[in-house]
Every structure is written in C-alpha cells, then in structure tokens.
C-alpha cells in the first residue's frame, strides 16, 4: 500500500468516529467535511495541528452538546473549524513564501556571482586589450626611435659627402683658378720678350 492510501486510511479511522456520531446532525457533519477537506490536502495536512485539533473537539462537543448548549456550542465549532482553515493556510502560505524566498535569495546569488564572474571576464579582457596596446605603442615607439635614429645617420652621412664634395669643388675651382693664373702669366711672359719662357 502506498504512503497516500496508508495516510488516507489512518484518516479514514481517525475521523470515523467523530462522522459516525455526526452523521444524524448535519451541521456537525458539514463542520467534520471541512476538517476532513483539510486532513486531505497534503498541502494543508502538515500544518496547524494544535487549531485542528481544537476544532475537532469542538464539533466532538457540538454532538454531545444538549439542546440548551447548543447553538453556543455551534457557534464555537464554526469558529474553531474557520479558524483550522485559515490557520492552515496561512501556514502553507507561509511556507511557501519562505520557499519563495530561498529560491529568490538563491536566483540573487546566482544572478551575483554570474555577474561577478562577467565583471572578472570584462577585466581580464581590457587587462589583456590594455596589454596588447602598451606593446603597440612600446612597438611604435621603438620604431619611431630606430627611423629617428636612421634618419640621423643619414643626414650625418649626407654632411660628411657634401663637406668631401665641397672640399673637392673648393680645391678643383682652386686648382682651376691656379692655372688659369699660370696660363696668364705664361702668355704676358710670352708677349714681352717674344720667346718662350725658360723652365
């Protein structure tokens, strides 16, 4: 026999009684239904026992009640059996939103710890990105530096072959002005004494 049929039966005897001594008053037949209805749901089952049990000795009570006890005997039944109903559902209520609330803190957790895990990424990821930039511009920079640097040498270069070509202009032009002198001296030389100049 499964638990639901074993749990049904115990509530089957333990109720049969309290319906047996009801079943020719049906207010107190209608009152027991209700308890019954709250045994039954297994959401509702587990929770006030203490008002449960109360309202089933206050139907007890409106059964064995005398016709001058009554309709106060009813009237307390009534409000012990409303207040089993309400006293259990709000238990189950709250049971819930306590579930409600575990499972709410654990979606926030989870929720946090993935965002935390997203901040991580996100940082390593502008680590590595602010890493591969410094490595660019130290790359440019030595780039920079070695086309400065070439740059330099071929400007002293360039000054060195123009000084050498301008030295050399210097002593062609110089060169050129000397024989030029020797020439004109060779020619007056020539026109005063109309023979040709000794060695």
């Known amino acids: 026999m499964s638990t639901g049929l074993r749990l049904?039966?115990?509530?089957?005897?333990?109720?049969?009684?309290?319906?047996?001594?009801?079943?020719?008053?049906?207010?107190a037949?209608?009152?027991t239904q209700r308890l019954v209805a709250i045994e039954a749901d297994a959401s509702l089952s587990g929770f006030a026992s203490l008002e449960r049990l109360q309202a089933r000795q206050a139907v007890d009570a409106l059964v064995s009640a005398r016709a001058r006890t009554?309709?106060?005997a009813l009237q307390i039944a009534q409000w012990r059996v409303e207040t089993a109903e309400i006293a259990a559902r709000t238990e189950a209520a709250r049971r819930e939103i306590d579930r409600l609330e575990r499972e709410r803190a654990d979606l926030l957790l989870e929720a946090s710890r993935?965002?935390?895990?997203?901040?991580?990424?996100?940082?390593?990821?502008?680590r590595i990105q602010?890493?591969?930039?410094?490595?660019?511009?130290?790359?440019?920079?030595?780039?920079?530096?070695a086309e400065s640097m070439a740059r330099q040498?071929?400007?002293?270069?360039?000054?060195?072959?123009?000084?050498?070509?301008?030295?050399?202009l210097r002593a062609s032009r110089e060169r050129a002005?000397?024989?030029?002198?020797?020439?004109?001296?060779?020619?007056?030389?020539?026109?005063?004494?109309?023979?040709?100049?000794q060695p």
Request: net charge negative; charged share 35%; glycine share 4%.
């Open 153 to 168: 040498e071929a400007e002293t270069v360039l000054q060195g072959v123009s000084s050498r070509e301008a030295a050399r």
């Open 177 to 197: 002005a000397e024989l030029k002198r020797q020439e004109e001296e060779l020619l007056r030389s020539l026109e005063g004494d109309g023979a040709p100049p």
């Open 130 to 145: 602010t890493q591969i930039q410094a490595e660019e511009t130290a790359r440019l920079r030595e780039a920079a530096e």
């Open 114 to 126: 993935r965002e935390a895990a997203r901040a991580r990424q996100e940082a390593e990821r502008l």
């Open 8 to 27: 049904a039966a115990c509530l089957s005897l333990l109720l049969a009684l309290p319906m047996a001594r009801a079943a020719d008053d049906p207010e």
């Open 29 to 31: 037949a209608q009152l």
């Open 70 to 72: 009554r309709p106060s």
